[in-house]
């Protein structure tokens, strides 16, 4: 009988067990201990300089000539760059090698950083910092590609909670961290810290990464222009819509327009063509494909988390700099502490569903309660809150990672790591951005709510009625009373904000019931090997 299968599709390859059947390395490291400590280090620098770079563009705003509104281009041509290269981090990694590439990037991010930091100008700085971006796209997929490849199935999870502890740390400690050394120091050294760790990292891998055998891959220009216009169209919406008054502006419609194109023709090509840009089969396991879902939401909590709670506690509260890193620290502690939990539950065999809907639930749990904050939230309800909710993202986060590369064949981690990064990563700037939507638009309802209600019966801070007898005494006190109404209101937006990421977080939990239960290998099924 003929065969109907398509032959514009590659042959299918046959799927990984969902359980690996001998617990040895694919692609065991001479130095496993360095290749570690190489790739965190590494990692740590590239997700720190998402977020370090932040509370220093005030005073990159004066150094560079630039304005309040460009100056937020030293932050999205960094993104959009990252974003961009990303998704060509397989093909790359087949056709010069990972362990060359890994290095590569890692030594074209130090060189980029130092050249950021010795920029002169906005255009100098937005130049290096997209050398920045690309370069930094292929650290954090090469570094847990390499990570599951150099060690045991049964030793994958306490691996999957190494790197998880620095991919959520980073975030964490970005904004502190450069908040620390703009005061202490200048701006310019939020870059220039990148370069002796940086340079420790390299060391780290040239004893430690080994090498990956390389497949004959063509590239997808036109997968990888689709993707590339997608993302760069998606991030500029993200970036200047709120500028833009969104969608009653043209420009956001030409954005809208050219990323819903983008993504179809992409889909179209990907089905059809020979050789797409991502194997088809990354697509069609389960785990993987919800993996990216759920990963999409941790980023988005963790990230719109990090950046709605400064502002809040620095122009509502009265917490400084460093006070607001001291407050906001045991967030880091509670993901270290669950990550550790979460990678023995996995040593012993604990099916990953479990802990990851534990984990989404404590989330959701923690973001409830800070949508009960008042003006009036002590330090110890921010730091509970905060403690409680980053042991809800550490208990799903690693997890989550080891059970959507659980039943991925060992040539497709690369890909998958790659996408699953690009995932994070989107979920972080499209949470940014619809929090900070919601914000003020709330803000702007919540005012006009409250100053409604402000008259002589409900305010004793001034008689509204005998106002204009005082004149300019009479404007500053309705200033005051304003000013108050403001704090009020952008405190109400912010609780929405809470109450809206809670709901979103509690919306994922079904996908957890139908991924594939997949669990490590018990580690006497077979020995171990010599460079572990």
Request: glycine share 8%; hydrophobic share 50%; aromatic share 8%.
């Amino acid at each position: 009988m003929a065969s109907t299968a398509n032959p514009a599709r590659p042959e299918k390859r046959t799927r990984a067990p969902a359980t690996p059947i001998e617990d040895v390395a694919a692609n065991p490291s001479d130095n496993f201990p360095a290749l570690v400590v190489g790739a965190m280090m590494a990692s740590l620098l590239q997700v720190l300089d998402g977020t370090i770079a932040n509370v220093a563009l005030p005073h990159m705003q004066a150094a560079l000539g630039a304005t309040a509104d460009t100056v937020t281009w030293v932050l999205t041509s960094y993104i959009i760059a990252s974003a961009v290269a990303m998704p060509i981090t397989g093909w790359l990694a087949d056709k010069v090698g990972a362990r060359r590439l890994f290095m590569t990037a890692v030594v074209g991010f130090v060189g980029s950083s130092m050249l950021c930091g010795l920029a002169q100008n906005l255009e100098q700085m937005v130049f290096f910092r997209i050398l920045q971006g690309i370069s930094g796209a292929f650290i954090a997929p090469m570094s847990q590609s390499f990570m599951l490849d150099s060690s045991r199935p049964s030793k994958q999870p306490t691996m999957m909670a190494i790197w998880s502890a620095g991919i959520m740390i980073g975030p964490i400690v970005g904004p502190v961290l450069g908040g620390i050394l703009t005061e202490s120091g200048n701006w310019r050294w939020v870059f220039y810290v990148n370069v002796p760790v940086g340079a420790l990292a390299f060391s780290m891998l040239a004893i430690g990464l080994p090498e990956r055998e390389r497949r004959n891959r063509s590239i997808d220009l036109a997968g990888f222009a689709m993707i590339g216009i997608g993302l760069t169209s998606l991030q500029l919406l993200l970036d200047r819509g709120t500028q833009i008054d969104w969608f009653a502006s043209v420009e956001a419609w030409i954005y809208a327009i050219t990323l819903a194109s983008a993504i179809w023709f992409a889909v179209i090509h990907f089905v059809t063509v020979k050789h797409p840009l991502f194997d088809l089969e990354l697509f069609e396991d389960r785990n993987f494909l919800i993996g990216m879902v759920l990963i999409f939401m941790v980023g988005l909590v963790l990230f719109a988390s990090i950046a709605l709670l400064p502002p809040m506690m620095q122009h509502l509260l009265g917490y400084d700099v460093v006070d607001t890193g001291l407050v906001l620290a045991p967030r880091g502690i509670g993901v270290l502490i669950s990550m550790q939990i979460g990678g023995i539950l996995l040593r012993k065999r604990i099916d990953p569903r479990i802990p990851v809907g534990i984990g989404f639930m404590i989330c959701a749990y923690s973001l409830f309660e800070m949508s009960h904050w008042s003006l009036a939230v002590d330090r110890w309800h921010i730091i509970s809150a905060g403690f409680v909710q980053g042991l809800g993202v550490g208990l799903a986060f690693m997890p989550l990672n080891f059970t959507s590369f659980a039943t991925l064949p060992a040539h497709l981690r690369t890909d998958g790591a790659s996408l699953l990064n690009l995932a994070r990563n989107v979920g972080s700037s499209v949470g940014i951005s619809v929090v900070t939507v919601f914000l003020a638009r709330n803000i702007q309802i919540a005012h006009s709510d409250i100053g409604g209600h402000v008259t002589s019966v409900t305010t004793d801070m001034v008689d509204v009625t005998t106002i204009d007898r005082y004149q300019s005494l009479g404007d500053t006190a309705l200033r005051i009373v304003d000013a108050e109404v403001n704090r009020q209101a952008a405190m109400i937006g912010y609780i929405d904000d809470f109450y809206l990421m809670g709901w979103l977080t509690l919306a994922t939990l079904p996908l957890v019931l139908i991924m594939r239960k997949a669990v490590p290998p018990k580690s006497e099924e077979a020995p171990p090997p010599l460079s572990e």
